[in-house]
Every structure is written in structure tokens, then in C-alpha cells.
């Protein structure tokens, strides 16, 4: 089927479509700038309803710390379950520095408490903190006091000249294994 190069009025699919990529360039824009603006008229217009960000915000955290969690225990070294959630979280931080500030801050609402303590429940679960019969509360409470030992971002200690001048001139060390870099 031949596709009309005229314009005309979008069909209810393409005006889906094109939400779905302002949702996604307003909700880029605020992870990237790790800030929420209320005074952005975009922002209004893509979440009319500040739930609507919170739930995207929290969701897209999901998506990336699961990925995260996924990737530690599918590759990582045999490390006990809080050492795996850290190791994921901190691979989280460095993918997207600014988002789990912003997960923090929403977290204050309570919307943005219970979907996140939901997630620290499904990663309890993920990493083997929780059990069946484990209490929701408890697990989460696990996986948020393990999360809150990492430090944020802006925190991260950063490599010294001599030790970055001694792998220039040595190499990088042996003991480092190509998959355990991709996780520290």
C-alpha cells in the first residue's frame, strides 16, 4: 500500500506515536537535568498530572535497575545478595547519574513510597534477600538500607593522576576481569 506524501490530518495511531516521543523528550530532559522544573510548559503538557511523571520516573528506574539486577546476577562473580544489589545500583548510577536522586525525591509522596517500595521488594526478591513468606515491609526496608550505603553519584571518588599515569605507563591491572569492569 502506497503511503500519501501529502499533508493531512494525523490518524489517531500517528498522534499516539508522537505523545509517546514528547512523553519521552520531556521525561529525557528531566532525568538528564536531574531536576524537575514545574515553570516547563512542556512538562505540563506531556504529564499533565504530577503522578504521571512520578510513575514515569519510578518506571523507567525499574526498567534500568531490573536490567541492572538482571545483568549482575547472569555474569557477575558468586557475591552474597546484598553485594549483587550493589554492585547493580551502582551500574544503574553510572548509566543514568541523575535518576535515582529523582527516584529519591518522589519517593516523599505517597504514590512515589509505594511504587518504589514495591520495587525494593520485586529486586529482594531478585537477588534472593526475600523469600516467599517474607514481610513486604521488611524486604524493603533490606533493600533500601543496602541501597542507601552506596554513594550517589556526585559522591563517587574519582581516579587519582598517579594511579591513571601508572596504568598508562603498566596497563590496566590483571586482576580485572573485562565482565567485572562493566559492574565497578
Given amino acids: 500500500m502506497k503511503r500519501s506524501t501529502r499533508p493531512g490530518p494525523l490518524s489517531e495511531t ?25 515553570a516547563d510548559p512542556d512538562l505540563h503538557a506531556a504529564f499533565p498530572d504530577r503522578d504521571d511523571l512520578v510513575r514515569a ?47 529519591l525525591h518522589a519517593s516523599r509522596g505517597p504514590l512515589g513510597a509505594a511504587l518504589v517500595e514495591r520495587e525494593y521488594l520485586r529486586l529482594a526478591c531478585a537477588v534472593g534477600l526475600a523469600t516467599p513468606g517474607t514481610s513486604g ?12 550505603g552506596v554513594p550517589l553519584p556526585g559522591a563517587l571518588p574519582r581516579m587519582s593522576r598517579v594511579r591513571s599515569a601508572l596504568e598508562w605507563v603498566t596497563g590496566p591491572s590483571a586482576a580485572a576481569h573485562p565482565v567485572q569492569e562493566l559492574l565497578h
Avoid at 528506574?61 to 536490567?67: D, F, K, N, P, R
Fill in 14 to 38: 500517528q498522534q499516539r506515536w508522537q505523545e509517546l516521543h514528547r512523553r519521552h523528550g520531556v521525561l529525557r530532559r528531566v532525568i538528564d537535568s536531574g531536576r524537575i522544573d514545574e
Fill in 57 to 103: 520516573l519510578v518506571q523507567h528506574w525499574t526498567t534500568l535497575i531490573g536490567g541492572c539486577v538482571d545483568f549482575a546476577l547472569e555474569v557477575g562473580e558468586e557475591n552474597d545478595s546484598a553485594e549483587t544489589l550493589r554492585e547493580a545500583h551502582r551500574a544503574a548510577m553510572r548509566r543514568e547519574p541523575s535518576l535515582y536522586p529523582l527516584i
Fill in 137 to 148: 515491609a521488611a524486604a524493603s526496608h533490606a533493600v533500601a538500607v543496602i541501597l542507601d
